[in-house]
């Protein structure tokens, strides 16, 4: 008989180790076909694009260690999103209430914001653009990384090379 006295399956191992070790190695499996169907479709069909991004309220010294040829990762996730093409420096401006009421924008000092060019390798299908398999969209904000910073950007465009 396959399960004995104690239901222990040929008398080596209790029913219902088994089966949690038999679900554990689906998992397992399923995980790791996952993974192989997805970096294959990532190589596939990519594209280069320009991705225009803008971080808002940034101090210069954020500013001047972002350099053209820096790789920027996304933080959480760690994948890759681009190369720094460009970096333009702009002041931050804010809306302020003056004393009669009215409301203009006016420059903060020490504060600016960094328009950035990235150029990133993306799949555009019908759903969208993924960049190293995240859906990016414009007005998406992303938290990315280089090696010696990290920041808040916005998506503002995509231009195709």
Known sequence: MILDSKKRVFGIINLLDLILVLMIAVFII???????????????????????????????????EIREGDTLVFSVKGSNFGVVKSVEKLPHMELVTLE????????????YDVKLVVTSDVKVDESGVMVSGNQVYIGQENRLKSRLYVFDTMIDSFDME
Request: proline share 2%; net charge negative; aromatic share 4%.
């Open 100 to 111: 009669d009421g009215r409301q203009q924008y006016t420059e903060l000092p020490g504060m």
């Open 30 to 64: 399923g995980g790791m076909t996952r993974i192989n169907k997805f970096e294959s479709v990532a190589v596939m069909d990519l594209e280069k694009m320009d991705i225009t991004l803008t971080a808002e309220d940034v101090s210069e010294g954020l500013i001047s």
